[in-house]
């Protein structure tokens, strides 16, 4: 009885331990120039950006490594559906919004008589490096400071992705997809799109960090 008491209290002791790191984790302490959720500038940008676009605020979370997702929202639909993002600070998510609004919309009118349907992505929030990198300076990504922009869909039934069309045959489709980066150039800190490297031949990538750099 006395070690089975003994053992009892023993694995008590350990759940409470875990449960206290458990909590400092996550209410660690934000550093006095990370905006929050809560931070009067942020309650300006979601009010602004629920006039355009529908989204879901996110809590603030704190992941460790430098990876976070501070002052977020979850997109749901910026004009049009928008597929497959995670978290986006609410400044990515307002200059995405303006992009597709007002740089994809009329240029699929322009470009390819028809109205834009639903923007495809490959993602925003992921706690990794540079270019997916063992090792070097952590991506916007792990900040939810980017998206990774991968196709569109057309009223009329037609998909455009970045892999397929890029140096598609059609010079409509071409002059389409060249304008909008040329939009969110004019937007956007980063842009990187095939013409970068290869590692960005099926996407845009688009972040409010560094820059201004656009190729």
């Known amino acids: 009885m006395r070690w089975g008491s003994l053992w009892c209290g023993l694995a008590l002791m350990l759940a409470s331990c875990t449960g206290r790191d458990d909590r400092r984790a996550e ?22 950006l629920g006039q355009l676009a529908r989204f879901q605020a996110l809590p603030d979370r704190d992941y460790g490594g430098g990876c976070h997702n501070f002052a977020s929202v979850k997109l749901l639909d910026a004009g049009v559906p928008v597929a497959n993002l995670g978290p986006m600070n609410c400044s990515l998510a307002a200059t995405f919004t303006a992009w597709v609004r007002n740089g994809i919309m009329p240029a699929a009118r322009l470009y390819l008589g028809s109205e834009l349907a639903k923007v495809e ?20 990504h ?12 057309l009223a ?11 140096t598609s045959p059609d010079p409509a489709i071409r002059s389409f997809l060249v304008a909008i980066r040329t ?33």
Not at 39 to 47: E, F, G, K, M, T
Not at 184 to 196: E, I, N, Q, W
């Open 142 to 153: 792990a900040s939810a400071n980017a998206v990774d922009v991968s196709g569109f869909v």
């Open 121 to 140: 992505t490959f993602g925003s929030y992921s706690c990794r490096n540079v270019n997916g990198a063992q090792a070097g300076r952590l991506s916007e």
């Open 27 to 48: 209410t660690r302490p934000v550093p006095p120039n990370r905006l929050t959720i809560d931070s009067p500038q942020v309650r300006v940008c979601l009010a602004n």
């Open 156 to 166: 009329d039934g037609r998909r455009i992705t970045l892999k397929q069309d890029w």
């Open 183 to 215: 939009s969110a150039c004019r937007r956007f800190k980063t842009v990187l799109s095939p013409d970068y490297n290869s590692l960005h031949a099926d996407h845009f990538h688009l972040d409010m960090g560094r820059g201004p750099f656009c190729r």
